[in-house]
Nanobody, 126 residues
Framework: QLQASGGGLVQAGGSLGLSCAAS????????MGWFRQAPGKEREFVAA????????HYADSVKGRFTISRDNAKNTVYLQMHSLKPEDTAVYYC?????????????????????WGQGTQVTVSS
């Protein structure tokens, strides 16, 4: 089970941090990802992190502004967001993938993920 938190309202240029706490499984054996869905749009990939936390991959739209990290001791994955833009407004979802691929760049596809959190709303005002 995944529980996302930390969403809210922030002005453009501001920062916000999301957390996703996992329970019920071996957290360190899952690749973790963040996705988002804006109103009227399909859900899209944001970032992924491998099981150890040493490899990450980002969507071009957030590269250099967002940072994904994880703490396997706390069963938690994080998404730190800086320089937020109105177009970052969306419901953000964390997800966990059991299957292993050698490159973290493979984890951009929603179908690879087995478990999803409930989503947390991020709203960036202009």
């Amino acid at each position: 089970q995944l529980q996302a938190s930390g969403g809210g309202l922030v002005q453009a240029g501001g920062s916000l941090g999301l957390s996703c706490a996992a329970s019920g499984g071996a957290f360190s054996s899952y690749v973790m990802g963040w996705f988002r869905q804006a109103p009227g749009k399909e859900r899209e990939f944001v970032a992924a992190i491998n099981r150890s936390g040493f490899s990450t991959h980002y969507a071009d739209s957030v590269k250099g502004r967002f940072t994904i990290s994880r703490d396997n001791a706390k069963n938690t994955v994080y998404l730190q967001m800086h320089s937020l833009k109105p177009e970052d407004t969306a419901v953000y979802y964390c997800a966990a993938a059991r299957r292993y691929y050698s490159t973290i760049n493979s984890y951009t596809t929603q179908g690879l993920y087995d478990y999803w959190g409930q989503g947390t709303q991020v709203t960036v005002s202009s």
